[in-house]
């Protein structure tokens, strides 16, 4: 049988103004943790007939803002549609790879920032399991301690108009 997902609670958010804060109360339904993924670059088409045969494939995708084995989250110029079929392409210029799946979009929400934004969740679908050891090396990777250094020492080193 398949395997079985305990939902656990979301942890509460600390003092230091953790995103979670907005969720708090919520059921955590995800089965992988997410992390951030800032050198990675992603493109979502959306699957049809004229894509699958190379012709009109445009990427919605403007960024890549966390990723799991799961799914990805990204920033997109367009309102997707719930339950629609994509094409993920996800690169990380660290490890000169790439990962390309099929995806389908699971929700889409316009930013409250930014009227030209949409944040869309993707869930991948059929992942091979090399491309989910890929996912494990990145998540080591933006995990680590020393990418956490090299990423601090580029904001404190970045001109004041780059930083976010």
Request: proline share 6%.
């Amino acid at each position: 049988m398949g395997e079985s997902v305990t939902p656990s609670p979301i942890p509460a958010p600390n003092k230091s103004g953790d995103s979670s804060s907005s969720l708090q109360g919520r059921v955590e339904l995800r089965r992988h943790p997410r992390f951030k993924s800032d050198e990675a670059t992603a493109q979502i088409c959306i699957k049809s007939l004229l894509t699958s045969l190379g012709i009109g494939r445009k990427s919605t995708a403007r960024t890549a803002v966390n990723l799991s084995e799961g799914g990805i989250l990204v920033v997109t110029d367009t309102k997707l549609k719930a339950g629609s079929r994509v094409q993920v392409t996800i690169e990380v210029e660290k490890y000169k790879d790439r990962i390309e799946c099929d995806g389908e979009v699971r929700w889409c929400y316009q930013s409250a920032r930014d009227a030209d934004d949409f944040y869309a969740g993707i869930q991948f679908q059929n992942l091979t399991p090399t491309q989910t050891a890929l996912i494990g090396k990145m998540r080591s990777w933006f995990t680590s301690p020393e990418y956490r250094a090299k990423a601090a020492t580029k904001k404190r080193s970045a001109p004041p108009d780059l930083l976010p």
